[in-house]
């Protein structure tokens, strides 16, 4: 027998001992973190504290995993209920206390409306937002506003009132409730068929809504991504008055469902992120409205960070729209003005159809707070006021800032001024919030 056999057997019967060794006799692997014995909020003097620990999605008994603490204090932040959330752990026999230290923002404000333009269009009026009404994060919106507009074709002066409330997580389930009422008085002006042009008559229009509706939040993990799904039904109804006053349109019952993706995450001063919303209308005489329509619309956004600036973002928006249907007496949607299409008059496209699109560039300028933006955007519809019907696409470009006040929730302020590429009056200056 060869001198090296006896050894190779005595290393292969080691090896083969080692492997059926019974598991007990291995030491069982330690927990890598503390356990959690107990959770401390603190600054939350208005909201909730459930609507803090279901997003923090901790509990005692649970290893402090950091990574699990972070994803936790960020869903927390995209509340956009606070100003500063800080998470620390304080050492405690048996394992940490988690101390949830958290900045409130005000979330009762009574705000005044102002808005005008070169146009000579002037509206004013005042809003209420209730941001986390009774602690629980529902959202409770009332304006009241009056307007002039007399360069406009759809309307001369304007009086509308709207009331809207949305409740997440009713009862602690998954399921948020959505309503909205809203009245509109009008006079509009009477537009000439033969020259197409506006003419010194005038009657008066009245627009009453109200929408119902229930949304499943089928987002998951922390912080949250994925989609919330939803349906309703809303009453819509027209009507005229005066001499010049055309037939009514009536009213409508449709159905309503609505599909989202949110994987948006918020950072104080910006977004990161992406975030899908898709709404459908549909009405029919067989279910109790004067005419049928359908009526689509998408929206996307998405932010990403770039460059190691804080703060510094390029956004891209989307969306667009059509409606089918319909009493024909007006266009359902339009472009121009302080929002979209921004290098243009308010209304300066209108149709039943529409695209637009925008890629946006921030950096802060000095402060977080105060951001340099520039921008193009690209839009079209179906008609418009210089008569073309082939969804040609105009476009502008711009310079301005954007500001966010932070002590408040949701206020944003953009002013600049926007240049047009087709059409248009030349330079335009801008102004809105939200």
Known sequence: MPPTRPLLQAVLGAIALWAYLPAASQAPPTPPWPRIVGIELSGNENTRDKVILRELDLAPGEPADPARIARGRQAVSDLGLFR??????????????????????????????????????????????????????????????????????????????????RAPYLFDSPYELRTRLERRERVTPVIDPVSDEVTDDSFEETFDHAEVGVARDLRIGRPRAGWIVGGGVLWQRQDTAGVFAPPADGQAVALVGTADYDDLRFHIYNETGRRFSSRIEAASRDLGSDYDYTRA??????????????????????????????????????????????????????????????????????????????????????????????????????????????????????????????????????????
């Open 84 to 165: 500063e959330v800080d998470v620390t752990q304080r050492p405690v026999d048996g394992g940490v206390v988690l101390q949830v230290s958290l900045r409130e923002k005000y979330h009762l404000l009574v705000l005044p409306r102002v808005d005008a333009n070169s146009d000579r269009d002037v509206s004013y009026g005042a809003q209420l937002r209730w941001s986390n009404v009774w602690g629980l994060n529902h959202r409770l919106n009332l304006s009241v506003e009056s307007g002039d507009y007399p360069e406009e074709r759809d309307r001369r002066e304007e009086k509308s009132v709207a009331l809207a409330y």
């Open 297 to 434: 619309t998408v929206d996307y956004v998405q932010s990403r960070a770039i460059g190691t600036t804080p703060h510094q973002t390029i956004e891209a928006l989307a969306s667009g729209g059509v409606l089918v249907g319909g009493p024909r007496s007006r266009n359902a949607f339009s472009l121009g003005g302080s929002s979209r299409m921004r290098g243009y008059d308010s209304d300066f496209l209108e149709g039943d159809r529409y695209y637009y699109g925008s890629l946006q560039y921030l950096r802060p300028v000095k402060w977080n707070w105060l951001r340099l933006m520039a921008f193009v955007e690209v839009g079209g519809t179906d008609d418009d006021r210089e008569g073309r019907r082939n969804g040609s696409p105009y476009a502008n470009v711009g310079l301005g800032v954007r500001a966010r006040l932070t002590w408040f929730v949701n206020i944003d302020i953009e002013a600049g001024w926007a240049y047009p590429l087709r059409g248009g009056d030349g330079a335009n200056f801008f102004a809105s919030g939200n």
